[in-house]
């Protein structure tokens, strides 16, 4: 008997006794057939960069015996923003406008668009995407920010139809694996208490060692969440869903994402967490290699990288918002009334619109307490990520390196014009300031954008041809000439602010509108620097620049549901 075919025998009886619960399902795919798929395995703000830094320093062994056996490891540049939300809608959906960063303000409806709320989530999911199938359309999104049309949504944002992970198992099929895997069960709540403990090591670590120091808050919990309970139940979730020979998988890693946020890209903590990232990664390679119920095609990537950077506040003395607003307060009087602002979705969503048509007894008035403490409790943990001035006429939302800034009381959005009409000097005040790169703004023609930093402006639109001068405060973001044309792209599409204020990039790093010592969601540095890795000879690999994200959608993931010849 060859070696392969004894590995492949082991493992095939191994895996059935694991995941002996799903044996119907896996015999019904394979008799009709095994089908052409892809699994997409996302380790989300993990950079080209750092990637090769982490394999360097021998924290991703599985992912280094994989690219000896035959694939190859590239970086692409990022599109704008940078953030996963706006990656998302282009790699399942094909569409890269709507979502301008990870928080935003809809104008017309005086409406703060979050993507930390699934409420507000599932409202541009429905409509962005209403008459778009999904590339996950038939099969599974696990830890997504957005579903992709998927049938079974599990730890996704948004989905017209959530799922449990124990409700896609069933009662009966939990105790049996819980019976059959004992040594996850074990490891899950072992993990949990080693991941308390390494999150105070590493405060301590880090409050010694560095300048920059984020609050604490929330994040421990966040940190065990993403690092323990997730990693390992979205790890189980693709590993029956390969057993299975669920067509379109796609899953995001994120407890890298969330350290590198707190600690740095770089950080002992970060690099340390993609050990337990690789090791899942090798579990689920191993499964596409012996025991998938289908032909897959296996793509690892992440959608953006991290800047290492600082938190705006900590260096300033003040955030973005207060700085705006001391500015307005003490500079003018705001020349635009602020009308009320209609918050239309609750913060705890479905679960309040149900309670509301209900009778108020007891149980409104209990989830009307809860939920006001913990509010409350939970607002004085969290960092400041929008300011809402009523005065100042104006709304800023933060999105890491990335921020928005809205005249309220004009449905539409203003061209730079207008906003100085509205609030004169306050674009002087943010293209002069040492925390601010440069501001984007609309046109007076169509097409337009117009871009302010320290030295001066730019008016560029289609077809414009710069001087290599002109550009010169663009060379810290990237290459000058691919950096206007993507702002010329982003700055024309919808719901971005009047102003789209980029953090500066110096020798300090990349500021962070948020509390935060490593950043995405803007250009330069990093961030604007992900990976893919696929096999040797992959059409795609071919190509000398790769830029955005639309050849993920049609080149790369639509392509391995093609029928192999």
């Known amino acids: 008997m060859a070696p392969q075919s004894l590995a492949n025998r082991l493992f095939t009886f191994f895996y059935a006794v694991k995941l002996f619960p799903f044996r119907k399902e896996r015999r019904e795919r394979l008799v009709a057939g095994r089908q052409p798929g892809f699994v ?7 950079s080209f960069p750092h990637l090769r830094q982490a394999l360097d320093r021998g924290y991703l062994p599985h992912l280094e015996r994989y690219l000896r056996r035959g694939h190859r490891l590239i970086e692409y540049r990022a599109g704008l923003p940078s953030t996963t939300p706006a990656a998302q809608a282009v790699i399942f959906y094909g569409l890269e406008e709507g979502i301008p960063a990870f928080r935003w ?103 010694r060692k560095r300048r920059w120091r984020p609050m604490e808050g929330l994040f421990p919990f966040i940190r065990i969440f993403c690092n323990v309970i997730l990693r390992e139940l979205q790890t189980f979730g693709v590993l029956a869903d390969i057993y299975t020979g669920v067509p379109r998988i796609y899953t995001t890693y994120s407890g890298y994402d969330e350290l590198a946020h707190h600690y740095g890209p770089t950080s002992q903590a970060a690099m340390k967490n993609l050990r337990y990232i690789d090791r899942r990664i090798g579990e689920l390679i191993r499964a596409v290699d012996h025991i998938a119920a289908a032909n897959y095609t296996l793509v690892i990537l992440s959608d953006h990288g991290q800047t290492p950077g600082y938190p705006f506040q900590a260096r300033f ?163 000058p000439d691919d950096v206007v044309e993507e702002l010329r792209r982003f700055g024309s599409g919808g719901n971005c602010g009047d102003l789209v204020i980029f953090g500066a990039l110096d020798e300090e790093g990349i500021a962070c509108f948020d509390d935060q010592v490593g950043g995405h969601g803007s250009v330069g540095g990093e961030q604007s620097r992900p990976f893919i890795i696929l096999p040797v000879g992959h059409p795609v690999l071919q190509r000398e620049k790769l830029a955005g994200y639309q050849f993920l959608y049609r080149d790369v993931f639509l392509a391995a549901l093609e029928e192999k010849a």
């Open 40 to 46: 997409g395995l996302q380790i989300d703000g993990l």
């Open 105 to 207: 303000f809809e104008k017309a409806a005086s409406q703060i668009i979050s993507c930390n709320d699934p409420d507000h989530v599932q409202l541009f999911r429905e409509k962005l995407f209403r008459d778009r199938e999904g590339l996950l359309a038939g099969g599974s999104s696990y830890a997504n920010m957005i579903d992709g049309g998927a049938a079974r949504s599990v730890f996704t944002v948004s989905s017209p139809h959530p799922q449990t992970l124990f409700g896609r198992i069933g009662g009966v099929r939990i105790l049996l694996l819980l019976l059959f895997n004992p040594w996850r069960t074990l490891r899950l709540f072992g993990a949990t208490l080693a991941e308390y403990w390494s999150n105070r090591q590493d405060s301590l670590w880090h409050r």
């Open 317 to 479: 003395g003040a955030t973005l918002g207060d700085a705006v607003s001391a500015f307005l307060r003490e500079s003018q009087a705001a020349a635009v009334s602020a009308g009320p602002l209609a918050f239309t979705r609750a913060q705890l969503g479905y679960l309040q619109d149900e309670l509301e048509t209900r009778q108020r007894g007891w149980r409104y008035r209990l989830y009307r307490a809860t939920k006001n403490y913990l509010q409350k409790k939970i607002r004085d943990l969290v960092p400041e990520t929008l300011k809402v001035d009523h005065e100042g006429g104006v709304v800023i939302t933060y999105s890491s390196t990335l921020a928005h800034l809205y005249i309220t009381g004009i449905p539409h959005r203003l061209s730079w014009r207008e906003v100085e009409q509205a609030q004169p000097l306050l674009l002087r005040f943010l293209q002069q300031h040492k925390g601010i790169g440069f501001v984007l703004a609309r046109g007076e023609a169509p097409g337009e954008v117009c871009i302010f930093h320290p030295g001066g402006r730019l008016f560029t639109q289609p077809g414009s041809i710069h001087r290599q001068e002109e550009l010169e405060f663009l060379r810290p973001y990237g290459v």
